[in-house]
């Protein structure tokens, strides 16, 4: 893949700017949440606190934000284990989460990410 | 280094150590590298997520595949009472139709996950090694499959049982695939999979065409089978790191 110009550069930072000037996208934890969400449709509380490494007070926080924002849905299923609290992203939520692949994808390559791309 | 803050931490850091001392998390505008450390860390995770995912579609195609093998010599091998030729013929199909949907099922449900996932890691690496194995691989495998339908609805004894293993070598053909656009890099139990199908498939072939034996056919896909299940629990039981709570 050829690498982005340098217009659309700005034209992706101005993008991001945009996306990340919503209330409900200022915080890397609901966005590391959102992108989880978008991949995996479905996440218990619990990995959600693994995967965020945020304390229960904080993620209840986040979670309620995004779904105060419609971008996902809180609910309680039983489980053989027993009730679990799990997040549904919904499909505003997966429209926000496909703007968030277009900006990173039209995000320029960093010299550190050359060298972190796995084999 | 992630941009964000001074000290060199990124954003997710700052969150997590805030929640130490601050009974609230402060809200603050994230820096592209943010997101891009975010989708790094979504894809770590996902590892574990997805590794039990992959779990239940070895489970699920273990059994399929048992049901294939075994269930017409069961069925046929014994009379069972109060049941006609013909109900016994319906519970046949039924149970193999079933079992195949619900193998189909979580497949899709597998495969969607591995095709977000790598839609994910494309967008944050910018590098696709699969791109130009993609279009032989689905040509190879359409006629692989549309050889082994003609075969299997025209032919039968050895023929359909070499049909059986080419739509079988096929379908490892297809998770192969699926694995390696999943996971960078693939988990031992998915090689284990993969390699005890490819071997099994290489014994059949041996066993129906040289040796004209039906019996180390049935064996060697036995054998396939037993390695999908323990990769199934593997996957399922063994824990995977911090990658993903139980």
């Known amino acids: ?119 | 280094m992630i941009s964000g803050t001074q000290d060199g931490r990124s954003a997710l850091q700052v969150e997590a150590a805030g929640d130490q001392n601050r009974s609230e998390p402060v809200d603050q505008r994230i820096a592209p590298d943010e997101l891009r450390e975010s989708a790094r860390r979504t894809l770590q995770f996902g590892r574990g997520v997805l590794r039990r995912r992959w779990s239940a579609y070895y489970a699920v195609w273990g059994l399929a595949v048992t049901c294939y093998f075994l269930l017409p010599d069961l069925l046929g091998g014994t009379s069972i009472p109060f049941v006609t030729p013909l109900q016994g013929t319906a519970l046949f199909v039924g149970l193999l139709l079933g079992v195949t949907l619900g193998a189909l099922t979580v497949s899709l449900v597998v495969f969607g996950l591995a095709e977000r996932t790598f839609t994910l890691r494309l967008a944050t690496y910018r590098s696709n090694p699969f791109r130009s194995r993609d279009r032989a691989l689905r040509y190879a495998i359409v006629a692989a499959l549309v050889l082994g339908v003609v075969i299997l609805s025209t032919r039968s004894g050895f023929a359909a049982l070499l049909a059986v293993d080419t739509i079988l070598v096929v379908l490892t053909l297809f998770l192969t695939r699926h694995l390696g656009r999943a996971f960078h890099p693939v988990p031992i139990e998915g090689w284990l999979a993969s390699c005890s199908f490819f071997v099994a498939a290489a014994v059949s072939f041996v066993s129906l065409l040289v040796f004209r034996s039906e019996t180390a056919h049935l064996w060697a896909w036995l054998g396939g089978i037993l390695v999908w299940f323990g990769c199934a629990a593997y996957a399922r039981f063994v824990p995977v790191g911090n990658e993903v709570p139980t």
């Open chain 1, 1 to 119: 893949m050829a690498p982005p110009s340098a217009g659309a550069a700005t034209e992706s930072l101005a993008g991001l700017g945009e996306q990340f000037a919503q209330e409900e996208l200022r915080s890397s934890a609901r966005v590391l949440i959102m992108l989880s969400l978008g991949v995996n449709r479905r996440l218990g509380f619990m990995a959600l606190l693994a995967l965020t490494h945020c304390g229960k007070g904080s993620l209840n926080y986040h979670l309620k934000q995004l779904e105060a924002a419609g971008l996902i849905r809180m609910s309680t299923v039983f489980t053989f284990g027993g009730p679990r609290v799990v997040a549904d992203i919904t499909e505003k939520g997966q429209v926000r989460y496909r703007g968030l692949i277009e900006e990173l994808r039209r995000l320029p390559v960093s010299d550190s990410m050359a060298v972190d791309m796995p084999s």
